[in-house]
Every structure is written in structure tokens, then in C-alpha cells.
């Protein structure tokens, strides 16, 4: 089957970026109409997990690399590679679009290192400047924690071009678009400002599937699309007076579908008309595979009386803050794993290379 329900997606007004900077990935899913894509830790890991990526890991082991240096050049490199790819669609659109983001550094975020929030901010912004530097189509992405949060103004002042993750409510948004806003404004120009706020969408209705199970059949499995279409239209509010030359926009993140029950379009349908959705690889196949018709839908809310059965029943702020601590527990590991995997695949690499 071809492309066409993905290039009816883009038709409908979304931009489609790619959850992967898996090489083959990244190539398909360009031709497919994808513009953008993004890193993180966990796929890193899954692509050393292939031994696709052996000959350059003992390359950076004979440059003498220790695991973390090893970790963040492979990184660079994945990413670079990608943004290569897009580097095309990011000239085209001047700077609106073709862009790779890269993540700074989870371990930041570690309670184990009880690290003050100040000295985060710190380490935040000096990645960011390091990471960002030289690079044309690099978003830089960080989370919205407090000392990520405390890091947007100087980062954007400095001229970086940010992706805020990890946003599960208004709240959260709000402070990261205010910060990036003060700083933008202390730039000499705004031709180049771009942002963007990834907001996580399927974690909310796991949220509620378990702990607020007094919602209806038509109302459950509804407030992650509820909540990030209104986040959406809160960007949209607040960016339509500023004239612009570059979009700020929403990143629908966390689109793969989390029940077997869902189709796994019900998320890419939903936000389907605006801005940009960042889907996994197979996210993506589904979505080539399904045969359908995608349409805006994105300023379509269900009916009145699911929202206000989700606003009576759902203790927004209190999700917000549950996610977040969930997250944060959560958001060092897979940096933690891909140290492991490294040291791991330093051995028998090394082994190998001594027979």
C-alpha cells in the first residue's frame, strides 16, 4: 500500500516528524513526506542493540572515548545524520520546519545526585550552548523540570532553537512559553526564534485508566486529546498578535497508542490539521497501512458533556503533578541503561578485536 494516508495527514496541515534517527528510518519516512525527527535515549540504546552501529563504537573506543563520551558522539552523530536528511526542508521553509531535536543530558535530572536546581539550570545551559552550537537545523530539547524550566530564558536569549518535553499540563506550558518568550525579546532579532512544546498525550489516558476509573466508557481514553487540544489552543492565542516570521508550535508527543484496544491512528487522527506530531516508526507504518482519509481535526472537540464530565472528575493539577513526579523517576533511566549497554558493548567489542 502507499503513502497516501500519511500524505493526507500532511495535507490536512500537520507536519510530521519521526520519533527515530534511525538512519533507514529517517530515509524512509522523508520520502514518506516526514520533516523532522528527534532523539532520546532509549532510542539510542535500540539502535546499538542492532550491531548496526559496531564499527563506530570501536572507532570511538580507539579514540579513547570513556562510556559517556562515547554515548553523547554517537548521539551527535545519529542526529547530525538526520539533520542532513531534513537540512533540505529547513531551507525551503527558511527555518519553520526540517529540524532534528537532540536531548540534553537526563542524568541531570538523577535524585540520586541531589543536584540544587540552580546548579541543573547551570549544567542546562552550558549543554545547550555546547550542543546547539554550529548547527542550522538542531532543536535543543528540555524537559520541563524546574531546573529545565529555570534554563529556557537564558538558552533562548542566547539564541538556541528549543523543544520543551515532558509537558503534561497548562501549568507547565505556560512557564516554559513565558520564559522563552523573555528571552527571545532580548535577542537583537526575531527572524530566527523558533519553539516548540511537546506535550505528552497517551500517558494521561493510562493515568485515568487506573486512577480516576469513575469516568464513562465515552469520556475515558479522552483527556490526554482534551487537554493537549487545549494547550493548542492556548499556543495559538498567545503566538497570533506577536507577527512572527516562524511558527511556535505544539509537538504532539506520546502518540502511539497504549490500549491493544485503540486503533493506533486514534491520536494521529485527533490532532490531525496543525502543527506537529512526532509518531514512532510504527506509529507511522500503521498509519500507512490504514488505508484512510485523515481530515482536520484538531479544533474538534468531543461533546460538551464529556468535557464536563472531565472537568468535574479529573483533578487536572494533580495529574499534572503525579505525571511529573512519574516522569522524572522515570526520565534518568533510560540514560542509565544506555551507559550500561555501552559498557557491555565495550567488552565484547574489545574481546573481539583482541582474538
Same mark, same amino acid.
Do not use: C
Given at each position: 500500500?502507499?503513502? #497516501?494516508? /500519511?500524505?493526507?495527514l500532511?495535507?490536512?496541515?500537520t507536519?510530521?516528524w519521526?520519533?527515530?534517527?534511525?538512519p533507514?528510518?529517517?530515509?524512509?519516512?522523508?520520502?514518506?513526506?516526514?520533516?523532522?525527527?528527534?532523539?532520546?535515549?532509549?532510542?539510542?540504546?535500540?539502535?546499538? @542493540?542492532?550491531?548496526?552501529?559496531?564499527?563506530?563504537?570501536?572507532?570511538?573506543?580507539r579514540?579513547?572515548?570513556?562510556? @559517556?563520551?562515547?554515548?553523547w558522539?554517537? $548521539?551527535?552523530?545519529?542526529v547530525?545524520?538526520?539533520?542532513?536528511?531534513?537540512?533540505?526542508?529547513?531551507?525551503? $521553509?527558511?527555518?519553520?520546519n526540517? *529540524?532534528v531535536?537532540f536531548?540534553?543530558?537526563p542524568?541531570?535530572?538523577?535524585?540520586?545526585?541531589?543536584?540544587?536546581?540552580?546548579?541543573?539550570t547551570?549544567h542546562?545551559i552550558e549543554?545547550?550552548?555546547?550542543?546547539?552550537?554550529?548547527h542550522?537545523n538542531r532543536?535543543?530539547?528540555?524537559?520541563?523540570?524546574p531546573?529545565?524550566?529555570?534554563?529556557?530564558?537564558?538558552?533562548?536569549?542566547?539564541?538556541?532553537?528549543? &523543544?520543551?518535553? /515532558?509537558?503534561f499540563?497548562?501549568?507547565?506550558?505556560?512557564?516554559?512559553?513565558?520564559?522563552?518568550?523573555?528571552?527571545?525579546?532580548?535577542r537583537?532579532?526575531?527572524?530566527?526564534?523558533?519553539s516548540?512544546?511537546?506535550?505528552?498525550?497517551s500517558r494521561?489516558d493510562v *493515568?485515568?485508566a487506573?486512577k480516576v476509573?469513575?469516568l464513562?466508557p465515552t469520556?475515558?481514553?479522552?483527556?490526554g486529546?482534551?487537554n #493537549?487540544?487545549r494547550?493548542?489552543?492556548? &499556543?495559538q492565542?498567545?503566538?497570533?498578535?506577536k507577527?512572527l516570521?516562524?511558527?511556535q508550535?505544539?509537538?504532539?508527543a506520546?502518540t502511539?497508542?497504549? @490500549?491493544?484496544?485503540?486503533?493506533p $491512528?486514534?491520536?494521529?487522527?485527533?490532532f490531525?490539521?496543525?502543527?506537529?506530531e512526532?509518531?514512532?516508526?510504527? $506509529? &507511522?507504518?500503521?498509519?500507512?497501512?490504514?488505508?484512510?482519509?485523515f481530515?482536520?481535526?484538531?479544533?474538534?472537540m468531543?461533546?460538551?458533556?464529556v468535557?464536563?464530565?472531565?472537568?468535574?472528575?479529573?483533578?487536572m493539577h494533580?495529574?499534572?503533578?503525579?505525571?511529573?513526579?512519574e516522569?522524572?523517576k522515570?526520565?534518568?533511566?533510560?540514560?542509565? #541503561?544506555?551507559?550500561?549497554?555501552i559498557a557491555?558493548?565495550?567488552?565484547?567489542?574489545?574481546? #573481539?578485536? &583482541?582474538?
Amino acid at each position: 500500500m502507499d503513502a #497516501a494516508p /500519511l500524505k493526507s495527514l500532511i495535507a490536512s496541515g500537520t507536519k510530521l516528524w519521526l520519533d527515530s534517527v534511525d538512519p533507514d528510518e529517517v530515509v524512509q519516512n522523508r520520502a514518506w513526506g516526514a520533516t523532522g525527527a528527534t532523539s532520546n535515549p532509549i532510542i539510542i540504546s535500540d539502535l546499538i @542493540k542492532t550491531g548496526r552501529f559496531d564499527e563506530h563504537i570501536a572507532a570511538f573506543i580507539r579514540e579513547g572515548l570513556d562510556d @559517556k563520551g562515547l554515548a553523547w558522539s554517537l $548521539t551527535d552523530l545519529l542526529v547530525r545524520q538526520a539533520q542532513a536528511v531534513f537540512l533540505p526542508v529547513w531551507e525551503e $521553509t527558511r527555518g519553520d520546519n526540517g *529540524y532534528v531535536s537532540f536531548e540534553l543530558d537526563p542524568l541531570l535530572e538523577d535524585a540520586s545526585l541531589n543536584m540544587p536546581v540552580q546548579e541543573r539550570t547551570r549544567h542546562y545551559i552550558e549543554l545547550g550552548k555546547q550542543w546547539s552550537k554550529g548547527h542550522k537545523n538542531r532543536m535543543i530539547k528540555v524537559p520541563a523540570t524546574p531546573g529545565g524550566l529555570a534554563a529556557l530564558e537564558e538558552m533562548s536569549a542566547a539564541g538556541i532553537t528549543l &523543544n520543551v518535553t /515532558l509537558i503534561f499540563g497548562e501549568d507547565q506550558y505556560e512557564t516554559a512559553r513565558e520564559a522563552i518568550w523573555r528571552g527571545a525579546q532580548r535577542r537583537t532579532s526575531l527572524d530566527h526564534f523558533k519553539s516548540v512544546y511537546s506535550i505528552f498525550v497517551s500517558r494521561l489516558d493510562v *493515568y485515568t485508566a487506573a486512577k480516576v476509573p469513575q469516568l464513562s466508557p465515552t469520556a475515558q481514553g479522552q483527556v490526554g486529546i482534551v487537554n #493537549a487540544k487545549r494547550i493548542w489552543k492556548l &499556543n495559538q492565542q498567545f503566538w497570533s498578535d506577536k507577527q512572527l516570521p516562524l511558527k511556535q508550535e505544539m509537538i504532539f508527543a506520546s502518540t502511539g497508542t497504549k @490500549k491493544p484496544e485503540d486503533p493506533p $491512528t486514534k491520536y494521529v487522527a485527533a490532532f490531525a490539521g496543525s502543527d506537529i506530531e512526532t509518531n514512532p516508526p510504527a $506509529t &507511522n507504518e500503521s498509519v500507512r497501512k490504514s488505508g484512510l482519509a485523515f481530515t482536520r481535526m484538531i479544533d474538534q472537540m468531543p461533546p460538551k458533556a464529556v468535557l464536563d464530565e472531565i472537568d468535574a472528575k479529573v483533578d487536572m493539577h494533580l495529574l499534572e503533578k503525579t505525571l511529573m513526579e512519574e516522569g522524572l523517576k522515570k526520565f534518568a533511566d533510560p540514560q542509565k #541503561a544506555l551507559l550500561q549497554l555501552i559498557a557491555k558493548k565495550r567488552e565484547s567489542l574489545t574481546t #573481539a578485536a &583482541n582474538r
